[in-house]
């Protein structure tokens, strides 16, 4: 697998809370350099970014980040909000305390709303694994499915743990045909991108993997 071809998998992301216009130049300019499949930045940052940079640039953003405890009304607002700014996929966290109280309907009421309001573009729904048992991540993968959204997704990168390769496979097991696979949280070498991506990611979301395979001035945030 070449560099390029891991680069076309890449969320180049920055989501810090000290992230400054600077360092979003610095992610920006990587981006459009190195071909990443997007940039995912805080949705503060939206509208200058699209200002700035038009659709030289793909613009993912967060929805409900990255707790999910937001009410759904809130995710909505932020959603609508983002697309005028001009992103063009979200990653929204589930309220993991319905899954954890076992309203699967409330969890699948949000996602279904949000993707309608996207409509063909991009939703892809963080579920957080770590928090979760394997019922509950095999669950996630049915509403996930059957709210048609584009991607369920491991991680904030906030939580307790990260991606794990056998939540890939979990997940390729579970999901709905239209369904992909985004990795995020803790993944740091070229092994690790190569791994995820060989066990069926199709997005990978990163703030090292710029550096990494180009040696550039980049660095994880």
Not at 140 to 158: E, H, M, P, R
Not at 209 to 219: E, H, Y
């Amino acid at each position: 697998m070449t560099d390029q071809e891991i680069l076309s998998h890449i969320d180049h992301t920055l989501l810090k809370a000290s992230a400054s216009w600077e360092d979003l130049i610095t992610l920006c300019n990587e981006a459009v350099q190195y071909k990443t499949a997007s940039v995912c930045i805080p949705p503060s940052y939206v509208k200058p970014v699209h200002e700035t940079y038009g659709n030289t640039l793909t613009l993912c953003t967060v929805i409900g980040f990255p707790l999910g405890y937001s009410v759904s009304s809130v995710k909505a607002a932020e959603t609508e909000q983002a697309l005028a700014d001009g992103a063009t996929e979200i990653d929204m966290v589930i309220n993991i305390g319905d899954v954890k109280n076992r309203r699967f309907d409330r969890v699948l009421d949000e996602i279904t709303a949000l993707k309608n309001t996207l409509g063909d573009r991009i939703l892809k729904v963080i579920v957080e694994t770590c928090y979760l048992t394997v019922e509950e991540k095999i669950r996630l993968c049915g509403l996930v499915s059957t709210a048609q959204a584009d991607y369920i997704k491991t991680s904030t990168g906030f939580g307790t743990a990260g991606a794990a390769l056998e939540d890939i496979h979990l997940f390729k097991k579970h999901i709905g045909p239209q369904v992909k696979i985004k990795a995020a949280g803790g993944i740091r070498t070229r092994e690790d991108l190569e791994a995820f991506l060989n066990a069926g990611c199709h997005r990978i979301g990163t703030s090292s993997a710029v550096a990494l395979l180009t040696g550039g001035p980049g660095k994880a945030h």
